[in-house]
């Protein structure tokens, strides 16, 4: 998988980007793996490079971070995943095979029990805004609000910024309203349960989401 980088957005995520790393390091040898970092207070960066990931530092928040990573991706299959070990490693392959053949691949949780032991508030923002996007905006697929996605440097590099809400968790949602003309495939997953630290989800993302549908 020479072709292939992750892109994983941190932020205070020591001892799970420990984890993670390793795994992907066992799991994808070739690939490249960058950690998107917006200013960590823990030793998350020297964990990154000392395991040989190349580290990003990006400005605050997730959208922008991932937004910077992809553009310092140097290949054309990238894979865009959580540090926390939410989204299984293993399906980065899944995702990778697809995007082949296809534009944007998605990992969507389909129904509550792939939602793991997510909030029921939680769930039902998610579900509620998946709704929206799928009867306002025409977008056709069943979890735009994943945050684990694989995408095309090519369509990536169309992506217009200025209608990404940069400080926002949407990113996948942010370009899927941009296009409509493109191969989508989804591949589904269960959310986990984030393995260490602390969530940096908070009540302002819930305005940044409606932003998303805004701009
Ligand atoms: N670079 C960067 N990464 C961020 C930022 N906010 C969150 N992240 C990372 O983005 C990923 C998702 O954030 P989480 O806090 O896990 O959000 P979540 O998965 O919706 O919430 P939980 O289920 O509670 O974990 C994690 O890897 C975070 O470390 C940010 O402002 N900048
Ligand atoms: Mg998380």
Redesign the pocket.
């Known amino acids: 998988m020479k072709d292939l980088s992750i892109v ?6 020591e001892e ?1 980007v420990k984890v993670l790393i390793n795994i992907l390091n066992r799991l994808y040898k070739e690939a490249e793996i960058l950690v ?5 207070k823990d030793k998350t960066k020297d964990i990154a490079l000392k395991l040989n990931a190349k580290v990003v530092e ?1 400005g ?3 959208c ?3 937004l910077e990573g992809i553009k310092e991706a140097k290949n054309n299959f990238i894979v865009v995943m ?3 070990l ?1 989204h299984p490693p293993e399906l980065v392959k899944e995702i990778y095979e697809n995007l082949k053949h296809n534009d944007i691949v998605v990992g969507t949780r389909f129904n509550r029990e792939d939602y793991g032991n ?1 909030s029921f508030i ?1 769930y039902f923002i998610s579900k509620t805004a998946n709704f929206t996007a799928r009867k306002f905006l025409n977008i056709k697929i069943n979890d735009p609000m994943s ?1 684990f996605f694989g995408v095309k440097k090519d369509l990536a590099k169309k992506i217009n910024e200025e209608r990404c809400v940069k ?1 926002g ?1 949407k990113v996948l949602f942010d370009i899927l309203k941009q296009f409509s003309d493109i191969k989508i495939k989804e591949v589904r997953y269960k ?1 986990q349960i ?1 393995k260490e ?5 908070g009540l302002k ?1 819930l305005i940044f989401l409606i932003k998303s549908f805004i701009k």
Do not use: C, M, W
Request: glycine share 12%; no cysteine; proline share 3%.
């Open positions: 994983i957005p941190t932020l205070n995520e799970n998107v970092d917006s200013g960590s990006a605050n928040g997730l922008r971070a991932v959580d540090a926390d939410q997510l939680r945050g400080e968790y959310f984030r630290g602390k969530s940096k989800l993302h």
